[in-house]
Every structure is written in structure tokens, then in C-alpha cells.
């Protein structure tokens, strides 16, 4: 089974960039659809965005389409969420997660540990 490790949370103000990684192992993630999702304080778990398994189509949540940017990189093993224009309301825990399905479902199989990503206005 896969693994996943998070890194490139942190703080940032307003209007700022950062860009998470989601490293894994013990599988390729080529076998399967990779995503994002966050929780916020007091909020239930949420989709951010999605790379199917084909690494041909990517899915976003409203609230981040146009901002945020999921890809991957099948020779790192590594897949990436780049965040620009963040506001406040992204302040949340970013779990990245692997499902074995050609898209990444609501209830994926592999969940990482989570990163905090805090944006002050």
C-alpha cells in the first residue's frame, strides 16, 4: 500500500503563494487518483482538487478553482498542489490522499498525516 508525507505548509499572509507536496511510497502513484483535501476549524473534511489516475483530467472545488493547481511528477513520486491568491477562508489542515479509482472519490482508500496551512489577512 501507499504512504503519503505532506510538506510546504506553513503561514503566509493574504494574497500568497505556497505550493504543498505529497511524496510517496511504497507504491507509484501512477496506480492511482490523487487529491487534496482540507479541514478547517470547527468544518467538516472537504474536496480541494483532484488528478485522475491518467493524469489526464484534474478536478477543483469552487471555492479554488482559478487559484489553486494540482499536478504530479511520476519520476518524484510527488504529487503537488500549487496555492496562489490565498485568502484567509484556506486556512485549514490539507491532507493529501491516494483512491483506487480512475478519479479520486469523497472517501478515498490512503490518507496522509495532513500539513497546516495558515493565511492571515
Known amino acids: 500500500q501507499v504512504q503519503l508525507v505532506e510538506s510546504g505548509g506553513g503561514s503566509v499572509q493574504a494574497g500568497g503563494s505556497l505550493r504543498l507536496s505529497c511524496a510517496a511510497s511504497?507504491?507509484?502513484?501512477?496506480?492511482?487518483?490523487m487529491g487534496w483535501f482540507r479541514q478547517a476549524p470547527g468544518k467538516e473534511r472537504e474536496f480541494v482538487a483532484g488528478?485522475?489516475?491518467?493524469?489526464?483530467?484534474?478536478q477543483y472545488s469552487n471555492s479554488v478553482k482559478g487559484r489553486f493547481t494540482i499536478s504530479s511528477d511520476n519520476a518524484k513520486n510527488t504529487v503537488y498542489l500549487q496555492m496562489n491568491s490565498l485568502k484567509p477562508d484556506d486556512t485549514a489542515v490539507y491532507y493529501c490522499?491516494?483512491?483506487?479509482?480512475?478519479?479520486?472519490?469523497?472517501?478515498?482508500?490512503?490518507w496522509g498525516k495532513g500539513i497546516l496551512v495558515t493565511v492571515s489577512s
Open positions: 490522499a491516494a483512491d483506487d479509482k480512475a478519479i479520486v472519490s469523497t472517501r478515498p482508500r490512503v
Open positions: 511504497g507504491r507509484t502513484i501512477n496506480y492511482y487518483a
Open positions: 488528478i485522475s489516475r491518467s493524469g489526464s483530467s484534474t
